[in-house]
């Protein structure tokens, strides 16, 4: 199982990135998959969500109106549209798949680090 996360990098405020994340070696589209993120010293947390067929998503009440989180099952790849960064956008982001009751999984990526700073 592999999860693997790219395009975070140094923004400016207000400013966009798009991050990805590639999935492989499990049946992606059966999977709700999640943003997380982690600023230092802070705990993780979650950012968004999209259900398995993208039916349905969730977002934290910080990000809503300014991150979109879409999937691509063909690709099996997902993505969060950033817009509107703001300096305590700031943090390590984490991708997660997750297939819930009876199967109780969860597999993570390595992160990317995403940085809004001027």
């Known amino acids: 199982v592999q999860l693997v996360e790219s395009g975070g990098g140094l923004v400016q405020p207000g400013g966009s990135l798009r991050l990805s994340c590639a999935a492989s070696?499990?049946?992606?589209?059966?999977?709700?998959m999640r943003w997380y993120r982690q600023a230092t010293g802070k705990e993780r947390e979650l950012v968004a969500a999209?259900?398995?067929?993208?039916?349905?998503?969730n977002y934290a009440d910080s990000v809503k109106g300014r991150f979109t989180i879409s999937r691509d099952d063909a690709k099996n790849t997902i993505y969060l549209q950033m817009n509107s960064l703001k300096p305590e956008d700031t943090a390590v982001y984490y991708c997660?798949?997750?297939?819930?009751?009876?199967?109780?999984?969860?597999?993570w990526g390595q992160g990317t680090q995403v940085t809004v700073s001027s």
């Open positions: 997660n798949a997750h297939r819930g009751w009876p199967y109780f999984y969860d597999y």
């Open positions: 070696g499990f049946t992606f589209s059966r999977y709700v």
């Open positions: 999209i259900t398995s067929a993208g039916g349905s998503t």
